[in-house]
């Protein structure tokens, strides 16, 4: 992970170099090829040597190699690390806004819990 920013922020993967947001990230699969400007962060591969990265670009293990176009993920360049939210090629996707839910409904943290738990929202797509 390059310096850069130490908030933590949601935003869309791309793999294309055409930006159309401000919460877009990048991946290169293989960075060997440039990144292109403009976009809030890069995701480059494990294999990438990390003193040639502009800030903002996290490098990925090889476990998020699944991640793809369209995938929303969280970012925390303080702990660095990484969170998929939401998959595009899943048909199985599901959002979990509170852990606080006191209705014990069978999807809900059980049992509720008491922790502030708002760096869930810690960000915006």
């Known amino acids: 992970m390059s310096p850069g920013s130490t908030t933590r922020f949601v935003g869309r993967i791309r793999e294309s170099a055409a930006n159309t947001g401000a919460s877009e ?3 290169a699969r293989d960075s060997k090829l440039g990144l292109p400007d403009g976009f ?4 480059v591969p494990d294999k990438t040597t990390p003193s040639l990265l502009p800030a903002d670009t996290y490098i990925i293990p090889s476990q998020f190699g699944y991640v793809g176009d369209g995938d929303v993920v969280r970012l925390d360049p303080s702990r ?3 969170s998929v939210l939401y998959r595009r090629n899943s048909p199985q996707n599901s959002f979990l806004l ?10 809900c943290s059980q049992p509720p819990k008491e922790a502030d738990d708002s760096w869930l929202l810690g960000g915006t797509v």
């Open 40 to 43: 809030r962060a890069y995701l």
């Open 25 to 27: 990230i990048f991946l």
């Open 80 to 82: 660095r690390a990484m």
């Open 98 to 107: 509170t852990e606080r839910c006191d209705n014990y409904f069978v999807m």
